[in-house]
């Protein structure tokens, strides 16, 4: 996968690498508040984090997913990825950023990143993203970049196993030009 940077005002995404194990873990993988609406769990030791960066790094090696770094700092303060699920169709497979980090605009340039990303240099045809019908900052996110609400799918929690529903937002690659 080749490494796709993009830069973003105050923002840039791009591929980790093993140095950005201890930013992640002390800004966004400690955190369960991080964690709360995603599909991990908090990550609590060194080691751990360690271990969950050389599987972060294998992932991003082959997949569109990329480390969010804040521009000011250098510091490595989340993650944001695609997968793509059938030709030209993305889905996001997660946008998180450390809880120091949100209500900065930083999660807006983040999608838009992804959005570049998806279809500037994927060529997708279509962009999928999805939240838990409980998760408002993401929903205004997705809203506010543009993407239209699409049926609500049940799920089932990964922390607890129990059931909960994920609404999903979608822009076609018509609609991101059209906007540009």
Known sequence: ????????????????????????????????ESAR?????????????????ERTLRWQASHPAFTIYENATGQ???????????????????LALGPAYTGRGYGRQALRALMQVAFEQLGAQKLVCGCRTENAPSRRLQLGC???????????DPHTGAPCEIEFYAMTREEYFSKL
């Open 1 to 32: 996968m080749e490494k796709a940077v993009v830069i973003m005002p105050d923002i840039t995404l791009g591929k980790g690498s093993f140095s950005d194990w201890e930013a992640l873990w002390r800004n966004i993988w400690s955190f369960p």
């Open 146 to 156: 543009g993407l239209r609400y699409s049926p609500t799918g049940p799920s089932n």
């Open 76 to 94: 490595a303060i989340g993650f944001a990825g695609l997968l793509e699920h059938k030709p030209g169709l993305y889905l996001d497979t997660g």
């Open 37 to 53: 609406y995603m599909q991990w769990e908090p990550t609590h030791s060194a080691e751990a984090a360690r271990a969950r960066m």
